[in-house]
């Protein structure tokens, strides 16, 4: 099997989940309990809290873990106010908790950027809370939210960002971003699944919670923690943080790969070319092919692709992130994401050239 769907999921690395085992078993403890078993637990969330803080430069107070990168989004939704901003081609676990606010929507360019002149234009708006993704899960494409926090920061507007797709796979640092919120994910770093974090600067933003009761996560997020999860999560943190940059020139080394050989395909567009993109990202589509055919016929090839946003399949719509950029729904349809690993193999993506062939031509 050759498994290209990484910003889908990433498989559970072994070394997490040898780490993660013992709390499946004899270290079965509530970290709120005050005997040993109790503390072993609480002990082993604040090691987590840590190694996923130092993975994303962030204090561990800041860390508020959550069930995965949905509710950090949420959560993060849930404490906006006023006039809410957000970007067109954000993930529906932020478009939907924000259809509440009745969100102004900015638009991207062909490539999927967001220019330096709608920000200009933005702030004109006085808006209260503006959430943008740092790197979109189906083209790769990477924001400039550095210097779009700056802008909004010196009016006092409040961002959020989400960094699901961004972190573990180039270097994100929270302080260096100047947001006020960053929603990460776990298994979208060989974690497990069901697992993610909320970043939050408390002296600037105030967080409203979503989940009520015993007051775990400062209060934050009431509800007896997942322990192997954040254990595993934290592990996941320690090495994705060791081992980024050789993960990255991995990466971005099976990408450049790819893209030269598809790029010799007469009838192949490569998506938002231009633009900075996640290192291991591939967007693309093939004239007059439906995606979802390809991804089928591959699939019965043992290849495993996406044809659009992941978190969305079974969904036949095109591509709302497409539609945004400008792409006609014809091509949007023709949409095909390939999602690399550092795990995957030079050859796979020869074999993968190989499958395509014959509707590249
Ligand atoms: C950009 C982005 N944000 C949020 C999520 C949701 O994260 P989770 O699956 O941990 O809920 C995803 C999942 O694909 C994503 O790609």
Redesign the pocket.
């Known amino acids: 099997m050759i498994y290209f769907d990484n910003?889908?999921?990433t498989p559970l690395d072994e070394r997490v989940f040898e780490a993660m085992l013992p709390f499946m078993k004899m270290m079965y403890g509530n970290p709120s309990s005050v005997h040993r078993l109790g503390r072993i637990a609480k002990s082993a969330i604040e090691t987590a809290r840590e190694q996923v803080s130092e993975l994303v430069d962030a204090q561990p107070s800041q860390v508020i873990f959550t069930?995965?990168?949905?509710?950090?989004?949420n959560l993060a939704i849930n404490s906006a106010f006023g006039r809410v901003v957000i970007s067109a081609v954000?993930?529906p676990?932020?478009s939907e908790p924000a259809k509440h606010y009745n969100p102004e929507i900015i638009a991207v360019n062909r490539d999927g950027l967001i220019e330096s002149q709608t920000i200009t234009a933005l702030i004109e708006k006085r808006p209260d809370f503006v959430s943008i993704?740092l790197?979109?899960?189906e083209t790769g494409v990477i924001q400039s939210i550095s210097d779009i926090a700056a802008q909004l920061n010196e009016q006092g507007i409040i961002i959020h960002t989400?960094a699901?797709?961004a972190v573990g796979k180039i270097h994100v640092s929270f302080k260096k971003l100047g947001v006020q919120m960053m929603?990460v994910?776990?298994?979208?770093i060989y974690g497990a699944?069901?697992?993610?974090a909320l970043i939050v600067d408390k002296s600037v933003s105030s967080v409203s919670p979503l989940l009520l009761g015993g007051g775990q996560e400062q209060n934050y997020r009431s509800g007896t923690e997942n322990i192997a999860a954040i254990v595993g999560f934290g592990k996941a943190a320690e090495l994705a943080k060791a081992e980024l940059d050789a993960r990255q020139t991995r990466m971005l080394s099976l990408r450049t790969m790819l893209e030269n050989k598809l790029a010799q395909f007469s009838k192949v567009t490569l998506f938002s070319q231009a633009a900075l993109r996640l290192p291991n990202t591939v967007l693309f589509g093939i004239d007059g092919v439906d995606g979802e055919m390809v991804l089928l016929k591959l699939d019965q090839r043992g290849v495993c692709v996406s044809s659009g946003?992941?978190?969305s399949s079974g969904e036949t719509e095109p591509s709302h992130v497409l539609l945004a950029m400008g792409i006609s729904l014809q091509q949007a349809k023709t949409a095909i994401r390939v999602s690399l690993s550092h795990q995957n193999t030079p050859a796979e993506v020869l074999e993968f050239i190989e499958l395509i062939t014959p509707f590249g031509f």
């Open positions: 910003n889908a999921t069930s995965g990168g949905t509710e950090a989004n954000e993930h676990s932020v993704m790197a979109n899960n989400d699901v797709q929603s994910s776990s298994h979208k699944k069901g697992c993610g946003s992941a978190c």
